[in-house]
């Protein structure tokens, strides 16, 4: 299940729309930062505070990530999010192992995040057909 479905059924009890996309923004913006960022955001004591450091870091790139907790009914579908979210996307608990810093989730991360060169993908794509063909 997508993020966007995910948000969009716990989100429900909030009427402004302006609300919503305040949860919306902070889960999809931390997804496209990538896996280690999204299990900070669900894995943390504090989200409070981690959306505000966040927001710092971020705050040349013109995005409103603030979420209002001191509303009742976002604060309930913030976390209510932040659960089904754990559920759904981390049913195998790799985010929550990153977030640990487990050493195999941080090479695995590693891996799935390097940016090969032009010369290191030439090199890869070489060795790996001479590794896949067949001697007849």
Same mark, same amino acid.
């Given at each position: @299940? ?25 889960? #999809? ?8 960022? #999204?299990? $900070? ?23 409103? #990530? =603030?979420? *209002? ?6 604060? *309930? =579908? ?24 487990? $050493?195999?989730?941080?090479?695995? *991360? ?9 010369? $290191? @993908?030439?090199?890869?794509?070489? *060795?790996?057909?001479?590794? #896949? =063909?067949?001697?007849?």
């Amino acid at each position: @299940m997508k993020i966007e479905t995910i948000i969009y059924d716990t989100t429900r009890q909030i009427t402004n729309v302006s609300d919503k996309l305040s949860i919306a923004s902070i889960f #999809l913006f931390c997804e496209k930062l990538g896996n280690e960022r #999204l299990s $900070e955001l669900l894995y943390t004591d504090n989200q409070e505070l981690f959306i505000e450091e966040l927001e710092k870091e971020y705050e040349s790139y013109d995005v409103d #990530l =603030s979420v *209002n907790f001191s509303d009742k009914n976002i604060s *309930n =579908s913030f976390y209510l999010t932040l659960e089904a979210v754990k559920i759904q996307i981390d049913k195998d608990g790799y985010l929550k192992a990153l977030y640990n810093k487990d $050493e195999f989730a941080l090479v695995i *991360n590693e891996i799935c995040n390097y940016n090969f060169n032009e010369k $290191e @993908m030439h090199s890869f794509t070489i *060795n790996l057909a001479k590794q #896949l =063909s067949f001697d007849f």
